[in-house]
């Protein structure tokens, strides 16, 4: 079994304890067997044994990133018009360097928030797994589950029935229940609800479209066959059906109030609060987004500056969760959003915790990834400088210095 020692480096353990100085991480095969510091860990005398010298860098988990949307590259005005120029084929294809390179960004596990078109990430999760492609852990979600009309369909209304979209339109909780189903038989470990209009679709972002009958019946289907359920929510009353619904996690939940984040800690929802994307559409929509949306981001982040806080004070689990893929987001932008969260008021380590451990048991691998433990996967990255001095070091390419996936380096610059 080949033996890795990773030394020198200053060791920052994704669970939130203080760094350590010259720490030592040994990996044996895929799993990480010891840590410690230098001249307390004893290292048997063996031969062919690789030595990686950390010192000056930053020894941290891989980054894991709990919402992209793996189909899509950042398009702005070209983004509705993805159906009629591409098949599911050809969007399989141009994903496939994408989540390359979202890997030698020092992102080792990442979960599509809903790519539909011919559940793609299925088979590119299982081509990562056979190891005909290079990527991370890809964790799938399939179609958005959304209303006739709902958000997640892009396309004009006389298009509506083309059968390459994101979003699969269910009416009633037996089409809900159906469709999750679907979606199951087809392979994804998540299922993913809409819950509420968005800032990127026309009319109120905050409207909420199902009923708690039709979540509950897809929620329902997820969970009875191990899956995860995660709830695109924006808004009180939308937030709140869905956990009530029992959605794991709320991706955005822009507008959360008190009520909404009191009930999210109680029933341990997790929150991917996409924060960046707001941002870029609000600083970067004029003239390549239509007003109404720009508009709409201007508001939204008026109120995540005026209550992001709160959600840290309340206890919400934050997930890094970036959306890349929406307009303005290219895929391996993503640590770009740890950047929003300490702007917002998280403090660095946290932000560090939010796309390591929390993001990990967000996903459902906590048990696996997420943090240097012993007995998990050596999934490791490092980093040249200290996150927590300038949490944007994580975003420079040429600051990540080393990707470890599985045990096996995938990348040194």
């Known amino acids: 079994m080949q033996k890795k020692v990773i030394q020198g480096g200053v060791l920052l353990d994704g669970t939130g304890n203080p ?44 980054m894991i990133d709990s919402h992209v949307h793996i189909y899509t590259d950042g398009e702005t ?25 979202i890997l030698e ?12 078109w011919g559940w793609l990430e299925v088979a590119l999760r299982d081509a990562i797994n056979r190891g005909d492609i290079v990527g991370p852990r890809f964790v799938t979600s399939g179609y958005h589950l959304t209303v006739t009309g709902g958000h997640g369909h892009f396309l004009p209304p ?81 937030i709140q059906k869905a956990i009530k619904a029992g959605a794991n996690s709320i991706v955005h939940g822009f507008f959360l109030d008190e009520k909404s984040a009191d009930m999210m800690v109680e029933n341990n929802v997790f929150l991917e609060s996409t924060n960046l994307y ?10 390549e987004l239509p007003d109404w949306m720009v508009e709409k981001a201007i508001e939204t982040w008026e109120d995540k500056k005026k209550n992001f806080k709160m959600y840290l004070d309340k206890g919400i689990k934050i997930s890094f969760g970036s959306d890349c893929g929406v307009p303005f987001l290219k895929q391996g932008d993503n640590a770009l959003e740890l950047v929003m969260f300490v702007e917002l008021g998280m403090s ?66």
Not at 28 to 57: F, P, R, S, Y
Not at 105 to 116: A, E, Q
Not at 195 to 213: K, W
Not at 354 to 378: H, L, M, P, Q
Request: net charge neutral; charged share 25%; with cysteine.
């Open 278 to 287: 707001v941002k870029r559409v609000m600083n970067m929509g004029k003239g």
């Open 158 to 238: 006389w298009l509506a029935s083309h059968k390459e979209q994101c979003g699969m339109h269910c009416d009633g909780p037996d089409e809900w229940r159906k469709a999750a189903r679907l979606n199951i038989y087809n392979g994804t470990d998540n299922v993913k609800v809409v819950a509420s209009r968005d800032i990127i679709s026309p009319g109120i972002a905050t409207a909420s479209q199902p009923t708690l009958e039709e979540l509950t019946a897809a929620i329902e289907e997820a969970h009875k066959m191990g899956k995860g359920a995660i709830a695109h929510a924006q808004g009180p009353d939308a």
């Open 19 to 62: 760094p350590v100085k010259d720490a030592v991480v040994v990996i044996e095969g895929n799993k990480i067997t010891k840590i410690g510091k230098k001249g307390e860990v004893k290292l048997a005398q063996e031969k062919n044994v690789d030595i990686i010298e950390a010192k000056g860098k930053t020894i941290m988990p891989g």
């Open 77 to 101: 005005s070209g983004f509705t018009s993805l159906p009629i120029n591409y098949n599911e084929l050809a969007l399989a294809m141009r994903s496939i360097p994408r989540l390359k390179k």
């Open 105 to 116: 960004m020092g992102i080792t596990s990442l979960r599509d928030g809903g790519s539909g």
């Open 348 to 413: 660095p380590m946290a932000a560090i915790v939010a796309a390591t451990k929390t993001a990990a048991e967000a996903i459902g691998y906590g048990d696996k990834v997420g943090t240097i433990e012993e007995g998990k996967f050596a999934d490791i990255i490092m980093v040249d400088g200290n996150p927590l001095d300038d949490i944007s070091i994580l975003s420079e390419v040429e600051k990540i210095k080393m990707v470890m996936k599985d045990g096996n380096v995938v990348i040194t610059r």
